[in-house]
């Protein structure tokens, strides 16, 4: 049973693998990204508060997004299985509050994973990446098109994330210099830091994947 966290730039293929890995290996995968579009979605008193950070890709204030990680570490599928963080944490103050609320429980991160990619092909995967409004897929229109275009293979309709388009998509990767980047040193200190490459095949990026993390 794993305790990780998945870092890196918009478009690095975290969501991606993490769901990759999940599903092979039983981790909990939690998106922070994911459970404030499920509640925006829903419109939520917590989804109206957070929809302006997450349109305009600034970050969501830290105390609101370690209240959904607290929350959702409490429950039990977590205990059991372990857990990958995806998109949390995003700032320092994140990643002091996640190792406090990690103590509480007993429980140590077994490796954080960096997945590194250049910015041109972060902006090209960003603003090419498609989801299906009913079942949540996530396609990319250069690489990983849908057999219709603009039609999911459950037959619900494609849409872009707004803060996918070329402007929100720049701001992101700008926000993500400026406030994640300092967790590389932050977790490498631990020396609980390890790299993939994240510009390659699936396949590849996966094995690469499993790895940095010592596992088949
Ligand atoms: P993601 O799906 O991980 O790219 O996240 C989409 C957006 O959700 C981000 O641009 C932020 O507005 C918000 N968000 C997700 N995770 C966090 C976090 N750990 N801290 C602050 N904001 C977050």
Redesign the pocket.
Known sequence: MKRLVFLGP?GAG??TFAGLFAERFGTVHI????I??AEIKAGSRLGIA?RQ??D???????E??VGI?DHRLGEPDVAGHGFIL??????VR?AELLEEALKTCGWELDAVVLFAADRDLLIRRLTARRLCQGCGKVYNVLYDPPCAEGICHCGEPLYQRP?DSRETALG?LE?YQRQTSPLIDFYRSRGLLKTVDSAGEKSAVMAGLCRVLGVE
Not at 31 to 34: L, N, P
Not at 56 to 62: F, H, M
């Open positions: 918009p975290k969501g998106s922070t990204g994911d404030l579009r957070a950070c997450v305009s890709g600034e970050l969501v204030p830290d609101v997004i990680v995806d998109g949390f944490p995003r700032t994140q803060d992101r926000v």
